[in-house]
């Protein structure tokens, strides 16, 4: 242990016995840590001010979109209906495809992270 991490131990252990700490809004509570590492360091603020207004980035939108198209697929039963969703799921998939390829990422990349942050927020 170094000196800094042994003198930031001891000020936290004066501050608990003091109490300073029992006041808090958030005591008891459980504390979202948010994982920005999948986000270039260039985009970070402006991804947090979306995330805070309710913006999803348009892959995630995407997705979203898809999504719902296969959940609207597997309860179908009217052939002509399901022509048009499947119809509408290939073009969203083929714009999701384009966008990823656009800016760089394959989509295994992009499904493996998305796979990551869904277990991550269960």
Do not use: H, W
Request: net charge neutral; aromatic share 8%.
């Amino acid at each position: 242990m170094d000196i800094i991490t042994f003198l930031a131990e001891q000020k936290i252990k004066e501050a608990i016995e003091k109490g300073e700490f029992d006041n808090l809004s958030c005591k008891g509570k459980r504390i979202e840590i948010e994982d920005l590492s999948f986000v270039p360091e260039e985009l970070r603020a402006s991804y947090k001010i979306l995330k805070n207004a309710g913006v999803l980035p348009e892959e995630l939108q995407i997705q979203r979109e898809i999504k719902q198209i296969e959940d609207l697929l597997e309860y179908c039963f009217d052939d002509e209906e399901r022509g048009v969703l499947k119809r509408k799921l290939t073009e969203k998939q083929l714009r999701f495809n384009i966008l990823m390829e656009k800016r760089g990422r394959s989509l295994a990349y992009y499904e493996y992270v998305n796979k990551i942050n869904l277990k991550l927020s269960k």
